[in-house]
């Protein structure tokens, strides 16, 4: 079993910049390869980045290549996302999640995460 808790979330003006952090508690983190999705209001939840166990590979959606970076810290039981230049289209809770299949497009799918956390609200104001 795994627990996700992130952290992280809150206002921010168009362009600027904020980090989100997941810290995992329970058995094996490293085995995991690690996701943040996000999910806007009356919108379905959508992939946004992943690392894998090893930090070797990312995986990103086109709307945050460039903007986003995903690291992991597997000492500290701990992933992130930096996120910058952010968009009011960025607006959405963010969650993290654990998963043991690397691959695309299998990464991107809700459906192949075991564990999730219970979000972090970021919004963007213009």
């Known amino acids: 079993q795994v627990q996700l808790v992130e952290s992280g979330g809150g206002l921010i003006q168009y362009g600027g910049s904020l980090r989100l952090s997941c810290t995992a508690s329970g058995h094996s983190f490293n085995m995991y390869h690690m996701a943040w999705f996000r999910q806007a209001p009356g919108k379905e939840r959508e992939f946004v980045a992943a690392v894998d166990w090893t930090f070797a590979n990312t995986h990103y959606s086109d709307s945050v290549t460039g903007r986003f970076a995903i690291s992991r810290d597997n000492a500290k039981n701990s992933v992130y996302l930096q996120m910058n230049r952010l968009r009011t289209e960025d607006t959405a809770i963010y969650y993290c999640?654990?998963?043991?299949?690397?691959?695309?497009?299998?990464?991107?799918?809700?459906?192949?995460?075991?564990?999730w956390g219970q979000g972090t609200q970021v919004t963007v104001s213009s």
């Open positions: 999640a654990a998963t043991t299949l690397w691959g695309t497009p299998e990464l991107t799918f809700t459906t192949n995460y075991r564990y």
